[in-house]
């Protein structure tokens, strides 16, 4: 018993060396791999006779982008959308490899049927559905910038009277952002480099109306840094204001409605406990007199 349990130890402890002797290998930066990633995303294309075959429309195309922009997904939308559909024409197959399998299980390497089915089923309704979801992330993602827009607004608003210059003030609000970070992280180093052309690209990288906004007050404020800009911004931080509170409510009303579905229920328990028995009954006497 002894020497198995030191066999043990000896085993965890050479698994624990190895793994730490793999750790002290030096390895490249994961954020350089990630960045390369995103721009082979981004650079991609679809060869023509794809495109023309999976029928896809410029108009389409662009729609999506604007939806993948809004999300934050910096990715071709023409591979989003060819790739898209290729998965459901791929998930149609599975469906029916599925289906098949109900007799010949060897279509799905003997795998239960009805779980193969089941998940291409939710697959191919999760992808016909994307821009339903899409929609739903752009705006929450709208939601968590306004929040972060509406706060560096008021620290703007807060250095009024100081001499420092924009860029100045922008560092001291960079603390204040989260979702954002690295994108009011890039406009801050990009500053220097041309400051019109990094707001432009801070607007673009968020794509949202109301980033846009705030970059157009950016870019008054830049030209002159004068009172009544921070009037403008006044505006900007109202306006942001009413759109959170917008956002509040609605979702006060979904909950309120969800609330009221939940208190039905006892009602219809109640009605099922008390009042079946008694329909049950009368329908007994109707057969009977039948």
């Not at 029916?96 to 191919?124: D, I, R």
């Not at 827009?149 to 420092?164: A, Q, T």
Request: charged share 20%.
């Amino acid at each position: 018993m002894i020497q198995i349990a030191f066999h043990l130890l000896l085993y965890v402890f050479l698994i624990l060396a190895i793994y730490h002797g793999f750790m002290l290998l030096p390895v490249r930066a994961k954020r350089w791999r990630s960045l390369e990633v995103l721009q082979l995303l981004k650079e991609a294309e679809l060869p023509p006779w794809l495109f023309r075959l999976l029928r896809l429309r410029l108009k389409i195309v662009e729609e999506k982008r604007q939806l993948l922009l809004g999300c934050g997904f910096l990715i071709n939308a023409g591979v989003y959308e060819g790739t898209r559909r290729l998965l459901m024409c791929a998930a149609l197959l599975v469906a029916g490899a599925g289906y098949a399998s109900l007799k010949q299980p060897m279509f799905t390497l003997y795998v239960e049927p009805a779980y193969v089915m089941a998940g291409a089923v939710s697959v191919l309704i999760f992808l016909f559905f994307d821009k339903k979801i899409l929609v739903q992330l752009k705006a929450k993602r709208a939601h968590r910038i306004v929040r972060e827009i509406y706060v560096i607004s008021h620290h703007l608003l807060y250095y009024n009277d100081s001499r420092m210059s924009l860029h100045a003030k922008l560092s001291l609000c960079a603390a204040q952002t989260r979702s954002i970070r690295t994108q009011f992280g890039l406009l801050l180093n990009e500053w220097y480099q041309g400051s019109e052309a990094a707001i432009a690209q801070f607007k673009t990288r968020l794509g949202t109306d109301e980033a846009h906004s705030f970059g157009e007050t950016l870019n008054a404020l830049r030209l002159n840094e004068h009172a009544s800009y921070y009037e403008l911004l006044k505006q900007r931080i109202q306006d942001y204001k009413e759109k959170m509170e917008l956002v509040r409510d609605s979702r006060k009303e979904m909950v309120s409605y969800v609330l009221f579905v939940l208190a039905g229920l006892p009602i219809l328990n109640t009605f099922r406990v008390f009042m079946y028995p008694w329909i049950a009954e009368g329908r007994r006497l109707f057969d009977a007199i039948n």
